[in-house]
């Protein structure tokens, strides 16, 4: 069994240090720019858990609660009104990880359980997110299709 709390600003460096695993395990090089992408993440979070723009959930064996062994995040931000939702809010999932002792307990189903049924009960009508090729299956499992957005990256 296991307990999942919301998480606080003081757990800035905790979701720092799940997000530099996540991205690690997905087959991004541990490098000098690895370190400043999570150098700049940490006060990133912290501020936007402060604000309220950021809602983390961390989840940890029953009678452990320092034990924190998985976490998501769920990142509220503003859009502009539009055909599939005309409210003002869209939300952003992010942040999705499970330590690798811990995996195959569905905690990652349980805490995108919970973050998608926080958006409902803010009345947000689209969810998104970017799957790494481990997480696809259990997104697509539970409702996700592919969009049709595109991405200019410049370096």
């Keep these: 069994m296991f307990e999942t709390r919301l998480a606080l600003p003081e757990d800035a460096s905790l979701i720092s240090g799940q997000r530099h695993r996540m991205f690690v395990d997905s087959g991004q090089a541990d490098d000098a720019?690895?370190?400043t992408v999570i150098a700049e993440f940490e006060p990133w979070v912290r501020e936007r858990l402060v604000s309220g723009s950021y809602v983390g959930w961390l989840s940890s064996p029953v009678g452990e609660p320092e034990r924190?062994?998985?976490g998501a995040g769920l990142l509220l931000m503003d859009f502009p009104p539009h055909f599939l939702d005309a409210g003002s809010i869209r939300a952003y999932l992010l942040n999705f990880y499970v330590d690798p002792e811990w995996r195959g307990h569905g905690l990652a189903y349980r805490l995108l359980k919970t973050a998608v049924e926080e958006t409902r009960r803010r009345g947000i009508k689209v969810v998104s997110l970017h799957a790494?090729?481990?997480?696809?299956?259990?997104?697509?499992?539970?409702?996700?299709?592919?969009?049709?957005?595109?991405?200019?990256?410049?370096?």
């Design 33 to 35: 720019r690895m370190a």
């Design 68 to 70: 924190v062994v998985a």
């Design 132 to 155: 790494s090729k481990f997480g696809k299956p259990l997104y697509e499992r539970n409702g996700f299709v592919v969009s049709n957005e595109m991405m200019l990256r410049q370096e």
